[in-house]
Nanobody, 121 residues
Framework: QVQLQESGPGLVKPSQTLSLTCTVS????????WSWIRQPPGKGLEWMGV???????YYSPSLKSRTSISRDTSKNQFSLQLSSVTPEDTAVYYC???????????????WGQGTQVTVSS
């Protein structure tokens, strides 16, 4: 019954900030941990980071310097900001829920449909 939906611009110019929002339905987001994942064309899934039930955040080392995940609990939403983007950031971006009691941030049980973001001038 948990549903997630990504939203945001599909086109971002190089050097600007990519911003996406995930809206959670069917449950309160403060009860779980939530993640952002992306998949560049022709490549595998890349874990980007999470926001924990208490608001703590953790990021992939390769993206930490320019990634920020935040939340708005009143709207049951969490967001992704990726700064200084280049064409290599072109990908399908997904939000997902971390599987409870899995012991790992990359075990995900509910996913959004994904949204295509293209970085181009």
């Amino acid at each position: 019954q948990v549903q997630l939906q990504e939203s945001g611009p599909g086109l971002v110019k190089p050097s600007q900030t990519l911003s996406l929002t995930c809206t959670v339905s069917g449950g309160s987001m403060i009860d779980y941990t939530w993640s952002w994942i992306r998949q560049p064309p022709g490549k595998g899934l890349e874990w980007m980071g999470v926001i924990e039930y208490d608001g703590s955040t953790y990021y992939s080392p390769s993206l930490k310097s320019r990634t920020s995940i935040s939340r708005d609990t009143s709207k049951n939403q969490f967001s992704l900001q990726l700064s200084s983007v280049t064409p290599e950031d072109t990908a399908v971006y997904y939000c997902a829920r971390v599987r409870p009691e899995s012991g790992s941030y990359d075990r995900l049980d509910y996913w959004g449909q994904g949204t295509q973001v293209t970085v181009s001038s």
